[in-house]
Nanobody, 121 residues
Framework: QVQLQESSPGLVNPSQTLSLTCTVS??????????WTWIRQFPVKGLEWLGA???????YFNPGLKSRASISRDTSRNQFSLRLRSVTPEDTAVYYC?????????????WGKGTPVAVSP
């Protein structure tokens, strides 16, 4: 059984950097052909795809984030992480880490439970 678990600070001050980590169990993040993905859900606007890191370590990003995002991985810990710089209250959302199969925007087969993040002074 594949499980994904997000960790985050919960509350971030505006203009700071949000750091999220997803710990994966039951599958290696290096296994072909999976894409380890970050998605967020806003209270009203719905879901937004943020970016992904592939089984090969290649990055993919939503261009709407204007280069604020970076995604890295630690294969020794089977974790991948999202950093989002210069956050504003508009970044307040529930953040999910997700496993996607076959191609970067393919079907999602496993989701973390989600972690709420609030950006507020």
């Amino acid at each position: 059984q594949v499980q994904l678990q997000e960790s985050s600070p919960g509350l971030v001050n505006p203009s700071q950097t949000l750091s999220l980590t997803c710990t994966v169990s039951g599958a290696s993040i290096e296994k072909s052909y999976y894409y380890w993905t970050w998605i967020r859900q806003f209270p009203v606007k719905g879901l937004e795809w943020l970016g992904a890191i592939s089984y090969e370590g290649r990055n993919y990003f939503n261009p709407g984030l204007k280069s604020r995002a970076s995604i890295s991985r630690d294969t020794s810990r089977n974790q991948f992480s999202l950093r989002l710089r210069s956050v504003t209250p508009e970044d307040t959302a529930v953040y999910y880490c997700v496993r996607v199969a076959d191609y970067v925007v393919g079907p999602a087969d496993y989701w973390g439970k989600g972690t709420p993040v609030a950006v507020s002074p």
